[in-house]
């Protein structure tokens, strides 16, 4: 299993838990398995075609998937992935 450690504004997804173990041998099979066990959590990742969403950053092993092989980045017990949604201000 992989570990995803959930930001604070996705925690009301996943009963307030910082980190979260899913199944997965790809970053989008983890996700997949993340919306599963905690619902509703998916759609704020992914957009409708199935692509992480732009304000999105996900990161595997502190590596950014966009510069790996993205939602296909292979995934192996043990692993790290981190969510990260852009936050906006001014």
Do not use: C
């Not at 732009?54 to 980045?73: A, K, M």
């Amino acid at each position: 299993m992989a570990h995803v450690r959930i930001p604070t504004p996705l925690r009301g997804y996943t009963q307030n838990q910082s980190e979260v173990s899913a199944q997965g041998a790809t970053v989008g099979e983890v996700l997949q398995d993340l919306e599963r066990r905690y619902p509703g959590i998916g759609p704020r990742l992914l957009d409708d075609k199935g692509s992480v969403r732009r304000y999105v950053n996900i990161f595997h092993n502190e590596e950014d998937i966009r510069f790996l092989q993205e939602l296909s980045t292979p995934v192996k017990e043990g692993d790290r992935i981190t969510l990260i949604p852009a936050i906006a201000g001014g």
